[in-house]
């Protein structure tokens, strides 16, 4: 493993657990200043809810977005001062994590990442409240058969995870219709996921419109690496691109077995997933089985890190 060709890929909004972030927090100076930076900024206790939060707390998509994103941010920048010739070659980020992937591709600054996430968060909230939907698993369909699935139904894929695993969003009608034809067409499994809204669907059109207003205000780089956006899966530099991206995300299908392709064509082979769980690890590795993919989303990975240099 070369410092300079890592790819960094950065999880989405279901990566939460209670306790994320807290051993970061509590051994390395760098992270707790991520995490007290947050609180200024946020206004509340980010560090408790991520530390101590009910489930309730953290699955809350108010809370679970900021504290994901600071979380995996922290992760970020224990790496950034373990390893200062680890910079990126390549980032991408499921969904929410998008957000990070660009914080770490020195496109976005922090700070403006973290107003940007807290803005996306209350207004998917206040969407779900005013068009309430869902989000359902299928396993074990074709995308072909999963997308005719979604146009009988009445919904959307919203994400297209890895061979084999997609998303449907829509009404808890249409999820309901969804998942008997998904199973009458032979699916492994059809599954309702316990999320607050019908995410990237077109239930979330109040969300995007809000996010492109706090999007105007925002300050966007050219990213300092390959960055692949979930809207496209198509690598983009073009600042103004990213800003209309961010806010049609919210609305359009999570392209990650198209981003995981662009991994495995742009030749770097080895990636972190930075942040809490390792959800995208699995994926990677059904979509590009070629692909090392090492976690760092707590303590003890760092220091696994640390042995590792040198040795792969």
């Known amino acids: ?35 007290e930076k947050a609180e200024q900024l946020l206004g509340f206790s980010i560090s408790r809810i991520c530390f101590e939060g009910t489930e309730a707390e953290i699955t809350r998509t108010l809370y679970a977005q900021p504290g994901i994103f600071v979380t995996s941010y922290a992760a970020f920048r224990v790496l950034q001062v373990k390893f200062p010739e680890m910079t990126p070659a390549f980032t991408a980020g499921l969904s929410l994590g998008e957000f990070t992937a660009l914080v770490a591709a020195g496109s976005i600054k922090f700070e403006d990442g973290l107003k940007l996430v807290a803005a996306r968060a209350t207004a998917m909230e206040r969407a ?14 074709e995308q072909a058969d ?6 009988e139904a009445g919904c959307q894929v919203a994400n297209l995870n890895c061979p084999g695993q997609f998303v449907l969003s829509g009404t ?32 979330m059109q109040p969300a995007r419109e809000e996010l492109q207003e706090a999007l105007k205000a925002t300050p966007i780089a050219a990213p300092q690496c390959l960055f692949v ?24 299908p999570v392209r990650w077995i198209e981003t995981m392709a662009q991994a495995a064509r742009s ?17 990677a590795r059904k ?10 989303g707590v303590a003890q990975d760092v220091e696994k890190l640390e042995e590792a240099f040198g040795k792969v």
């Not at 082979?269 to 995208?280: I, Q």
């Open 229 to 252: 956006p979930n809207a496209t899966a198509v690598p983009t530099k073009n600042a103004e691109e990213i800003r209309t991206l961010l806010a049609q995300q919210l609305t359009s």
């Open 1 to 35: 493993m070369t410092q300079s060709k890592i790819g960094f890929l950065f999880p989405g909004q279901g990566a939460q657990y209670s306790g994320m972030g807290k051993d970061l927090y509590e051994r390395f100076q760098e992270a707790r200043q991520v995490f």
């Open 128 to 141: 779900a409240e005013k068009n309430p939907g869902t989000m359902a698993s299928i396993l074990g369909l």
């Open 267 to 283: 030749g770097i082979k080895n990636y972190l997933e930075v942040g809490p769980g390792n959800v995208l690890k699995g994926l």
């Open 172 to 203: 808890v009608e249409a999820i309901e219709k969804a998942c008997s034809l998904a199973e009458a067409k032979g699916a492994k499994r059809a599954l309702k996921l316990k999320v607050g809204g019908a995410f990237h669907s077109t239930l």
């Open 287 to 296: 979509c590009q089985p070629d692909l090392v993919v090492s976690v760092c």
């Open 146 to 151: 999963c997308e005719s699935v979604a146009r």
